[in-house]
């Protein structure tokens, strides 16, 4: 139970306990007595109050992502740290792996070092898609401490997510791809997460916009290791002018596939990859990638974080950041 | 005061107190007894002990590094954190920044969560070797928990630094070059930490050894990021046929300042990286890199915690490793 729970009871806003439990002026008499009336039946101590208000906490908050080997977490862990140190915040982290024993005593470790808020990094944490069961986990951790969900999805109480829209910024680039007369597509990914689940969704939504009939074997399944992914195009040929990828290290492997098959690139396989991460300047030529703008729904995450613990409580569920497409010398767009 | 303290007071080895507490047979009569006085003049409690032995502990490491956006510090960590997972510890994990400041708030920080032992991510952590003063935090920390440096060195009681021998490496990668016709060395670097100067010592070595006068202008000090690197280099225009960077992202700048300019890569141009990330592989030409053995120092670090935390006290304060040259495609040997 928590300030959330105690705004049901109420029937009024956070943000209205919050004033009561300040001492505000803006409340009236009658609803200041009723939210102290529900504290008081329901016996809360002040420290839980201190854990949604920011008032006497420990200031510090918990980072949880799969792996910190990935880039794309990395980037934003960085950010998220960076932010937090500059307001006054401590941070915890701690990497789950990608199973749901691995995120659940983690998140259960964070919570229980006296965190304010918890942020989960990367859609692996919306589960598989297959059951609302798999995320009961993060519900339960909203009860303790508001929760946040960079680039995942997950609907309850108390948790906050912050998205890119996958989905449309894959559908413009395959789109795009199509329009300057690439014909056979390769889709290529390491992931079934919610992430993966929507690139894929907008690839197919892109091919059916532009009458071309979707085949399973336009979409591959690979490793995320860039000579992994090479070898494996080489091992099974096959025939495409543009390869799309849901992270850069894979697309790279496309470029290498080419290289190794003597194919120019972009001249015979343009290739898009994904995060716009130091890979894609690293690679020769120079990787196109789609911004997934981790830097932007970190910052926002901040931003909801600090204000939520300053009791303001009007802050939306849900929130879609466009993604970017950042042209460099894998396509000839 | 801790386990590393009343070993001290009563003049015997720490793996003993470790046997007295743990009702081992084989202490004779009076060294037990003049452990157990100490204990008792000293009033320590169980709870002290534990966090010597992994007796009733909180099973969590500490982590500290300067940032997580770089590859050389996420692999680590992502070591370090599968691993103990793996032994049943958690981790948390704290970004410091470079400062001074940051580093000693985010210990003190980490210090707070009852950890069982610290684990110091990069030479940064070494200072600048100006003043012994500045690693005076690490050698306080040190006084409560075991504290580990990975590739930095600090000199302290319960400081234990496991390092790779970054000097021999350069020397010998410098020598190859040099052994191979290069007579143009270029040095690139983007910090000054421990682990930088022992790399330009060695680079020093090899030059002085072949009997090549040592210039200022072979050491250039830049930022690591590829295009700034590129970029830097088209400014000042530097005569060489050989670079050697104290990591990846510049001598890949490198690498593109050759292809921007018309050089052939290894032809006229080698270049020699270090660490051996992903990027030397997303790199094209791909990356002759120096593996600096991240993942050995770690298994090292992890292996040396879990025994300290069960009471084996014969560590050694300091071991290094061999780094390890890895050939490609920028380097004609």
């Known amino acids: 139970m928590n300030i959330y729970d105690i705004a049901k009871l109420s029937g009024v806003s ?16 009658k609803t200041r007595s009723k939210v102290l009336d529900i504290i008081r039946q329901e016996g809360y101590t002040p420290n839980v109050f201190a854990q949604g208000l920011g008032i006497g906490t420990m200031h510090t908050v918990g980072i949880l992502v799969p792996t910190i080997s990935d880039q794309y977490m990395a980037k934003c862990v960085s950010y998220l740290e960076d932010q937090l140190t500059v307001h006054g915040y401590d941070c915890i982290l701690s990497c789950s792996g990608f199973s749901i024993e691995g995120k659940e005593a983690r998140t259960q470790m964070l919570l229980s070092k006296h965190i304010d808020a918890l942020v989960f990094v990367g859609s692996t944490y919306s589960g598989s898609g297959e059951s609302v069961e798999e ?3 993060i519900r339960e951790a ?30 413009e680039a395959v789109g795009a791809l199509l329009a300057h007369g690439r014909k056979d597509i390769l889709f290529l990914t390491d992931s079934r997460s919610y992430s993966a689940r929507e690139k894929t969704a907008g690839c197919i939504e892109a091919l059916e916009g532009a009458g071309i009939p979707v085949r399973d074997e336009m979409f591959l399944h690979t490793e995320n290791r860039i000579h992994a992914v090479r070898d494996y195009l080489l091992s099974i040929n096959p025939v495409f002018d543009a390869a799309v990828a849901t992270d850069d290290g894979i697309a790279i492997g496309a470029v290498k596939f ?46 909801n974080i600090l204000a939520i613990l300053h009791g303001d409580a009007s802050i939306p569920a849900c929130s879609i950041q466009p993604g970017r497409l950042i042209s460099r010398k894998t396509t000839d767009f």
Request: glycine residues 6%; proline residues 3%.
């Open 14 to 29: 956070i943000a209205t306990v919050s004033r009561v439990v300040n001492g505000s002026e803006k409340v009236s008499e």
């Open 135 to 137: 995320t009961d986990y």
């Open 142 to 171: 909203a009860k303790q401490a508001p929760v946040f969900i960079i680039n995942g999805y997950v609907k309850g109480d108390n948790v906050f997510c912050r998205l890119c829209d996958d989905r449309t910024a894959m559908r």
């Open 258 to 303: 080419a290289q190794e098959k003597g194919l120019s690139v972009p001249g015979d396989l343009c290739v898009i990859g994904y995060n716009n991460s130091s890979l894609a300047v690293a690679c020769n030529p120079e990787l196109t990638s789609i911004d997934s703008r981790a830097e932007l729904l970190c910052r926002e995450t901040i931003d």
